[in-house]
């Protein structure tokens, strides 16, 4: 058996999205199961539309997401003499015409042909005229007219196209580029590709493409072609879904072992399993077990993920990441508390970085003001001979680890008969300014002695009484 080589092939005229991102990801899966080889190729013949910032995206989106690459970047705009030597081999064999049909003359007879009833293909017209080349003629593949082209689809099963459906396409326009059919046939045998993973909105290209392959005397690889995802509504996904470039969900906070977990399994399955490492991923993946069904985005799914992955995260590494997340909110990250700290306490409670870095706020800015509820519930002068006794004991405490914290509470309420909800919500509103944070021992271990007296000292004088 030969060596696995699957490739992801972009274009360069668009930021890397989710639909790409998963196909990329699928072949780097199905190389990796194998034991084979994954190459990366900008197919940027497109010069009016291809930029150098989307191919950079491109590659920027892929390393955030972990997908090396072994062989590439390959650009197709650097191949232009390879193109040149395959399309003269399918001249010289009589499977490719030259055709100078102008393009006002090709619009005319496709719209001629559909007030006919027929299909707007090319009429044929330069088939036999046995043209050779000028500086306004294109080359045409010289298809089949009778038969069948069938191959056997590793995800969809068996898959025809009649001969008479297709036409002679263009394999080198009047301006020297190739098509993205002849391009990516010749890129793909002299590359050595195996397998062609892709989405199955290229059914129609295949069977052109394996003519072409035959007609230059080269097996085809195998083809498996994957569903598109869907948004909620099961229509095409959109940013109205919530669909976004691959970055945009690292600048909003998402960890790239979500992302890759969460587009693994838009298509795919392995059982009942849905949370998977990237080991994982590598050791289960198989085209067997991907759906004929297109993948539905669902973004809480997403956010539930990216939590899981969160809390999985070693608070260290969460430190790591966080700052540029916490300047976005108007926070400096050297100005605060331990960063790991603040992590381990707030990852249980949000789903991404970016949520993380907001609710933290209050680690490195007192609060100026208090939940209004809040306040007018709990910071009431009953309460305040409570606070300035916990205060002394606090103060009193050699450290204010969970359990002198407990226990200073425990003391108080026992005091003075005060429940524990009436006691820990001033001093949570003291420490926070809201009713709901991480508990009262994280946050003052995180916070400091000093710090959390001050705080509750703030309070205490606002307080009537």
């Known amino acids: 058996m030969s060596l696995v080589r699957t490739r992801f092939s972009p274009s360069p005229t668009g930021f890397l999205h989710l639909g790409g991102a998963r196909t990329a990801l699928f072949n780097w899966l199905y190389a990796r199961h194998q034991g084979g080889v994954f190459l990366l190729r900008v197919e940027d013949t497109d010069v009016a539309r291809s930029e150098a910032r989307f191919e950079a995206d491109i590659v920027q989106g892929m390393t955030w997401l972990g997908l090396d690459w072994d062989e590439g970047p390959f650009r197709q705009s650097e191949r232009m003499e390879t193109y040149r030597d395959f399309v003269a081999r399918l001249l010289d064999r009589g499977a490719a015409y030259y ?14 042909a559909l007030a006919r009833g027929e299909k707007p293909r090319y009429d044929g017209h330069c088939r036999d005229r046995g043209l050779g080349p000028g500086p306004r003629t294109a080359v045409r593949f010289r298809g089949p007219r009778e038969g069948v082209t069938h191959w056997q689809d590793l995800t969809r099963g068996p898959i025809a196209f009649d001969h008479a459906e297709l036409d002679d396409l263009v394999l080198v326009r009047a301006d020297g580029v ?14 050595g590709i195996t397998q062609v993973i892709r989405g199955d909105d290229h059914i129609p290209n295949t069977p052109r493409q394996i003519l072409i392959y035959r007609a230059l005397g080269a097996e085809p690889p195998q083809f498996a072609h994957i569903p598109m995802i869907l948004g909620p509504d099961k229509a095409k996904l959109s940013k109205r879904h919530g669909a976004l470039s691959l970055l945009a969900y690292r600048d909003m906070g998402y960890l790239p072992q979500a992302l890759m977990n969460f587009l693994a399994r838009l298509g795919w399955s392995h059982g009942d399993q849905e949370i998977f490492s990237q080991a994982e991923l590598v050791q289960h993946f198989s085209l067997e077990h991907v759906g004929k069904a297109a993948g539905v985005f669902d973004v809480e799914k997403l956010k539930w993920l990216n939590g899981h992955y969160l809390r999985a ?12 997340f916490l300047e976005a909110q108007g926070l400096d990250p050297a100005a605060g508390p331990d960063l790991a700290k603040v992590a381990a306490t707030l990852a249980p409670r949000v789903h991404t970085l970016a949520e993380m870095a907001e609710m933290a706020g209050f680690y490195f800015q007192a609060p100026t003001t208090y939940d209004p509820k809040g306040a007018k519930k709990f910071l009431i002068a009953e309460v305040k001979p409570a606070l300035e006794e916990i205060m002394a004991q606090l103060a009193a405490a050699p450290e204010l680890t969970e359990a002198a914290v407990n226990a200073v509470f425990a003391a108080v309420q026992e005091a003075t008969g005060l429940k524990m909800g009436a006691l820990a919500q001033p001093v949570r509103l003291a420490l926070t300014g809201k009713t709901a944070s991480p508990g009262l021992a994280e946050m003052m271990d995180v916070l400091g002695q000093e710090e959390v007296l001050r705080r509750i000292q703030t309070v205490v004088g606002v307080m009537g009484g």
């Open 99 to 112: 055709c100078d049909c102008p393009p006002e003359d090709l619009e005319r007879r496709r719209q001629e």
């Open 313 to 324: 995260t070693p608070p260290v590494e969460l430190a790591r990441l966080l700052p540029p």
């Open 178 to 191: 190739p098509t993205y059919n002849f391009a990516v046939v010749v890129d793909d045998i002299t590359m």
